[in-house]
C-alpha cells in the first residue's frame, strides 16, 4: 500500500518568515495530494490540494509543488503569521481515493 | 457553508462496553469514511462506506467495529466490546462524486477507562 513520509515533525519559524514542509510518497499510482490543517482539538481542514496532471498550485501565501518524477511533494506558506501555528498533514490517494496521511508537522509561528 | 457534525463530542466508556459514534454527513455526500486518530499521532484510515454498504476498510477496522447508515442522514459507527487502545479521536468525512475531497467532521473524542 501507499506508505507517506513527512518531515520535519516541528517546525518552529518567526513572523513573517517563509515555512516549508516535504513528503514523500511510495505509490507512483497516486494522483491527489491534499494539505489538511488542525489546529488544537479541531478537524482537519483542507487547504491546499494537487493533481498529479499539474506541477505547482498557489493560493495566497501558501503553495505546493509535486515532482512526480522524485515522489514528493511540498507546502510553503510565506509570510507566516501566528494563527497559521497548527499541524499541518500531507496525503496521498490514488485510484480508491482513500487518503493516506503523513505523520504531520507541528508548526509554530512565534510574533 | 455546510458541515458534517458528529456526536457526541467526548464519551467515556469501561472497557468491554459498546459505544455508538454518530455522524451526520454532508447532505448530498454519497461517500462516508470513518478515521481514527491516536493522540498525538496521524490520522489513519478505517473504513469507507458507498451504496449502503462498506467499499473498503483497514486492517484496524476487524471484527469489533461495525458501520451503519440507519437512515437517510445518520453514519453510525458501533465498536461492540471496547479496549484501552481503541482510546482516540474518531473523525467522520464524507466526499462528493469527486470522492477526492475528504469534508471531517469535528470529532469524537473517545477514552476507555
Known amino acids: 500500500g501507499e506508505n507517506v513520509e513527512q518531515h520535519p515533525s516541528t517546525l518552529s519559524v518567526q513572523e513573517g518568515d517563509s515555512a516549508v514542509i516535504k513528503c514523500t510518497y511510495s505509490?507512483?499510482?497516486?494522483?491527489?495530494f491534499p494539505w489538511y490543517k488542525q489546529e488544537l482539538g479541531k478537524r482537519p481542514q483542507l487547504i491546499i490540494d494537487?493533481?498529479?496532471?499539474?506541477g505547482e498550485k498557489k493560493d495566497q501565501r501558501i503553495a505546493v509543488t509535486l515532482n512526480k518524477t522524485a515522489k514528493h511533494f511540498s507546502l510553503h506558506i510565506t509570510e507566516t503569521q501566528p494563527e497559521d501555528s497548527a499541524v499541518y498533514f500531507c496525503?496521498?490517494?490514488?485510484?480508491?481515493?482513500?487518503?493516506?496521511f503523513g505523520r504531520g508537522t507541528s508548526l509554530i509561528v512565534h510574533p | 457553508e455546510p458541515e458534517v457534525t458528529q456526536t457526541p463530542s467526548h464519551q467515556v466508556t469501561q472497557m468491554g462496553q459498546e459505544v455508538i459514534l454518530r455522524c451526520v454527513p454532508i447532505?448530498?455526500?454519497?461517500?462516508f469514511y470513518w478515521y481514527r486518530q491516536i493522540l498525538g499521532q496521524k490520522v489513519e484510515f478505517l473504513v469507507s462506506?458507498?451504496?449502503?454498504?462498506?467499499?473498503?476498510k483497514s486492517e484496524i477496522f476487524d471484527d469489533q467495529f461495525s458501520v451503519e447508515r440507519p437512515d437517510g442522514s445518520n453514519f453510525t459507527l458501533k465498536i461492540r466490546s471496547t479496549k484501552l487502545e481503541d482510546s482516540a479521536m474518531y473523525f467522520c468525512?464524507?466526499?462528493?462524486?469527486?470522492?477526492?475531497?475528504?469534508?471531517f467532521g469535528p470529532g469524537t473524542r473517545l477514552l476507555v477507562l
Open positions: 505509490d507512483s499510482a497516486s494522483n491527489y
Open positions: 447532505s448530498n455526500h454519497l461517500y
Open positions: 462506506f458507498y451504496n449502503n454498504e462498506i467499499s473498503e
Open positions: 494537487i493533481r498529479s496532471n499539474v
Open positions: 496525503a496521498a490517494s490514488g485510484g480508491s481515493y482513500i487518503p493516506t
Open positions: 468525512a464524507s466526499t462528493g462524486d469527486s470522492q477526492e475531497t475528504q469534508y
